[in-house]
């Protein structure tokens, strides 16, 4: 494969660890603070989890490593969506497991989580390992989205870890990979297999995060990405002061990507679906709010905007969730076939208008056309509709266009209203690590090892005070069942990870609610430009607006 300059010179970046790591391998100790106990639900959890509930939260420190002496076969798996950073955590994991034990083995199961179950892996050497430091991608082995949750896979598993003589297995992923984590070390433990697993937080989505965890890695890199290209998009929007540009982010459902977009480039518009919800807005709230900026900017000679469109906000819109439901019930089973075989969209329209309720009609009927077609078109495999597919910085264009159509009917000004879309989610969820998450990934996956040879298991590999440089950082472990509450999942009740959403009452919401009303009117686009990765550190080590205003100073 052939090297660019900027890859050349990545493979030379040494990442910083956090100080109590930086003495050598022999100078790190354990300090064991208090036991835990869950977020929520505690008497559920505890006797879910009876081998590996209620452990101690550790740190690390400088001291003499009392660590035992043993061979450590690890197994890595990289789970769900690509983030930035994932190869510097298997580059920290192998760095202290050959650090510590020249014998040490690192085995990479490949495709995700399935690796382990069909005994695919590669094993991790120097060479290999060189090849992937500091550049963005899972390619180093792979990723998937199988998950880890049946007794019949954790059988496997053990078999493959028994075969293999693997003594850990290091899990890097989201809140579902790591509770699976956290229950596939209790199946160990109950088992008695002796097999520790470990977790590490991932996601570009930014959802992963609690009291314990400060930010899941991808987050920095990923959101740094999309707010240069929003920025360059508000520059050029600037210059030719002809179009409004709708841009939808990556992020699921919550909408911390779309948040931190918005903190970092000050665009006109920018939906938090979690806002949405909690004001109970509709389409057409959303849309009149829209609609305001473009016409008072209009007023002011400006007929350009940017906004910004979170990848989840349609589910959050109360009127649009109870339709989609009722299109899943409409269509369900067989009922699909019998819709399909409709000849027109004449026919089809009226099937689907004698099957919803007066009110989902009425927000069906206010959707452009192609929105209405693409929602009985991609469905998911059970049949449902698939809602992150929808196209949502059209679906809001078109309908500020129709909005502004009324209004002109009304002789209100509206200007001139030429539409750009965009939808950024791919671009950046592989590029090369901002030296924040090359930092922070090597400094999980170092830290993961260590707990490993100190004999922890069902813990996540935790790295906090990230708002600080990284010699400040706090590296240790929190057992994962701490941060577990039941939730109702697919008619069951399950533990689980808690999802963290845009909180209202945060710093970053509030900042950004406190200056909104005056960037949807004036023009304070702010340009971030490209990551940089050499120059001052005021430059090249700043992490994201999110974290420093709900950790900084
Ligand atoms: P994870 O939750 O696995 O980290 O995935 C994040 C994500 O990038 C989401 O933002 C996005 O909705 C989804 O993955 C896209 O998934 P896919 O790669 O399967 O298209």
């Given at each position: 494969?052939?090297?660019?300059?900027?890859?050349?010179?990545?493979?030379?970046?040494?990442?910083?660890?956090?100080?109590?790591?930086?003495?050598?391998?022999?100078?790190?100790?354990?300090?064991e603070?208090?036991?835990?106990?869950?977020?929520?639900?505690?008497?559920?959890?505890?006797?879910?989890?009876?081998?590996?509930?209620?452990?101690?939260?550790?740190?690390?420190?400088?001291?003499?490593n009392?660590?035992?002496?043993?061979?450590?076969?690890?197994?890595?798996?990289?789970?769900?969506?690509?983030?930035?950073?994932?190869?510097?955590?298997v580059?920290?994991?192998?760095?202290?497991?050959?650090a510590?034990?020249?014998?040490?083995?690192?085995?990479?199961?490949?495709?995700?989580?399935?690796?382990?179950l069909?005994?695919?892996?590669?094993?991790?050497t120097?060479?290999?390992?060189?090849?992937?430091?500091n550049?963005?991608?899972?390619?180093?082995?792979?990723?998937?989205?199988?998950?880890?949750?049946?007794?019949?896979?954790?059988?496997?598993?053990?078999?493959?870890?028994?075969?293999?003589?693997?003594?850990?297995?290091?899990?890097?992923?989201?809140?579902?990979?790591?509770?699976n984590?956290?229950?596939?070390?209790?199946?160990?433990?109950?088992?008695?297999?002796?097999?520790?697993?470990?977790?590490?937080?991932?996601?570009?989505?930014?959802?992963?995060?609690?009291?314990?965890?400060?930010?899941?890695?991808?987050?920095?890199?990923?959101?740094?990405?999309?707010?240069?290209?929003?920025?360059?998009?508000?520059?050029?929007?600037?210059?030719?002061?002809?179009?409004?540009?709708?841009?939808k982010?990556?992020?699921?459902?919550?909408?911390?990507?779309?948040?931190?977009?918005?903190?970092?480039?000050?665009?006109?518009?920018?939906?938090?679906?979690?806002?949405?919800?909690?004001?109970?807005?509709?389409?057409?709230?959303?849309?009149?709010?829209?609609?305001?900026?473009?016409?008072?900017?209009?007023?002011?000679?400006?007929?350009?905007?940017?906004?910004?469109?979170?990848?989840?906000?349609?589910?959050?819109?109360?009127?649009?969730?109870?339709?989609i439901?009722?299109?899943?019930?409409?269509?369900?089973?067989?009922?699909?076939?019998?819709?399909?075989?409709?000849?027109?969209?004449?026919?089809?329209y009226?099937?689907?208008?004698?099957?919803?309720?007066?009110?989902?009609?009425?927000v069906?009927?206010?959707?452009?056309?192609?929105?209405?077609?693409?929602?009985?078109?991609?469905r998911?495999?059970?049949?449902?509709?698939?809602?992150?597919?929808?196209?949502?910085?059209?679906?809001?264009?078109?309908?500020?266009?129709?909005?502004?159509?009324?209004?002109?009917?009304?002789?209100?000004?509206?200007?001139?209203?030429?539409r750009?879309?965009?939808?950024?989610?791919?671009?950046?969820?592989?590029?090369?690590?901002?030296?924040?998450?090359?930092?922070?990934?090597?400094?999980?996956?170092?830290?993961?090892?260590?707990?490993?040879?100190?004999?922890?298991?069902?813990?996540?590999?935790?790295?906090?005070?990230?708002?600080?440089?990284?010699?400040?950082?706090?590296?240790?472990?929190?057992?994962?069942?701490?941060?577990?509450?039941?939730?109702?999942?697919?008619?069951?009740?399950?533990?689980?990870?808690?999802?963290?959403?845009?909180?209202?009452?945060?710093?970053?919401?509030?900042?950004?609610?406190?200056?909104?009303?005056?960037?949807?009117?004036?023009?304070?686009f702010?340009?971030?430009?490209?990551?940089?990765?050499y120059?001052?550190?005021?430059?090249?080590?700043?992490?994201?607006?999110?974290?420093?205003?709900?950790?900084g100073?």
């Open positions: 494969m052939k090297l660019s300059p900027l890859q050349i010179e990545r493979y030379k970046y040494v990442p910083k660890l956090p100080g109590m790591l930086r003495n050598g391998i022999n100078d790190i100790c354990v300090k603070g208090k036991e835990t106990s869950s977020v929520a639900d505690q008497e559920k959890i505890k006797a879910l989890f009876p081998n590996t509930y209620g452990k101690k939260e550790i740190t690390f420190e400088k001291g003499k009392t660590s035992p002496a043993k061979k450590q076969v690890v197994g890595v798996i990289l789970s769900g969506g690509q983030a930035p950073g994932g190869h510097n955590v580059a920290g994991l192998f760095d202290a497991l050959k510590t034990n020249k014998e040490n083995i690192l085995l990479g199961f490949k495709g995700g989580p399935s690796g382990l069909e005994d695919k892996f590669v094993e991790i120097a060479d290999f390992m060189d090849q992937y430091r550049t963005g991608g899972f390619d180093i082995i792979g990723s998937g989205r199988t998950k880890l949750e049946t007794e019949e896979q954790f059988n496997v598993a053990a078999e493959v870890c028994k075969k293999h003589g693997i003594t850990a297995i290091v899990i890097i992923g989201g809140d579902d990979s790591n509770t984590a956290a229950v596939l070390a209790e199946f160990f433990a109950a088992h008695k297999t002796g097999v520790q697993v470990i977790g590490c937080p991932k996601t570009i989505d930014g959802d992963l995060k609690n009291e314990d965890i400060d930010c899941s890695f991808g987050f920095d890199t990923a959101t740094k990405t999309y707010s240069e290209l929003i920025g360059n998009i508000e520059r050029d929007a600037n210059s030719a002061k002809k179009y409004w540009h709708f841009i982010v990556m992020g699921r459902s919550a909408s911390h990507v779309a948040l931190e977009c918005a903190l970092e480039t000050q665009p006109n518009i920018c939906l938090i679906g979690e806002e949405v919800a909690a004001k109970k807005m509709s389409l057409q709230d959303i849309t009149k709010q829209i609609a305001d900026s473009v016409c008072y900017r209009a007023s002011k000679g400006n007929n350009f905007g940017v906004a910004i469109i979170p990848e989840g906000i349609v589910e959050f819109v109360p009127e649009f969730k109870v339709l439901a009722e299109i899943n019930e409409l269509l369900a089973g067989s009922k699909t076939e019998a819709f399909n075989a409709l000849p027109s969209w004449k026919e089809k009226a099937f689907i208008e004698k099957g919803l309720s007066k009110e989902s009609m009425k069906f009927a206010f959707l452009p056309e192609a929105i209405q077609q693409q929602l009985f078109l991609e998911d495999p059970h049949g449902n509709v698939q809602v992150s597919l929808i196209e949502s910085e059209k679906l809001f264009s078109e309908l500020v266009a129709n909005e502004l159509k009324n209004r002109k009917k009304t002789g209100e000004f509206v200007g001139k209203f030429g750009q879309h965009h939808f950024f989610g791919y671009e950046g969820r592989c590029a090369f690590p901002s030296n924040f998450d090359a930092d922070y990934c090597y400094s999980l996956g170092y830290n993961a090892f260590m707990l490993i040879q100190y004999g922890y298991t069902g813990y996540l590999s935790k790295v906090s005070n990230l708002a600080a440089p990284a010699e400040q950082w706090v590296a240790g472990g929190m057992p994962i069942t701490k941060m577990m509450n039941i939730e109702r999942r697919n008619g069951e009740d399950k533990p689980v990870i808690r999802k963290a959403l845009v909180e209202l009452d945060g710093k970053p919401f509030k900042y950004f609610a406190a200056h909104r009303d005056e960037w949807s009117k004036e023009t304070c702010v340009f971030p430009g490209a990551i940089q990765y120059g001052p550190k005021e430059v090249c080590d700043i992490t994201t607006r999110t974290l420093v205003l709900e950790k100073e």
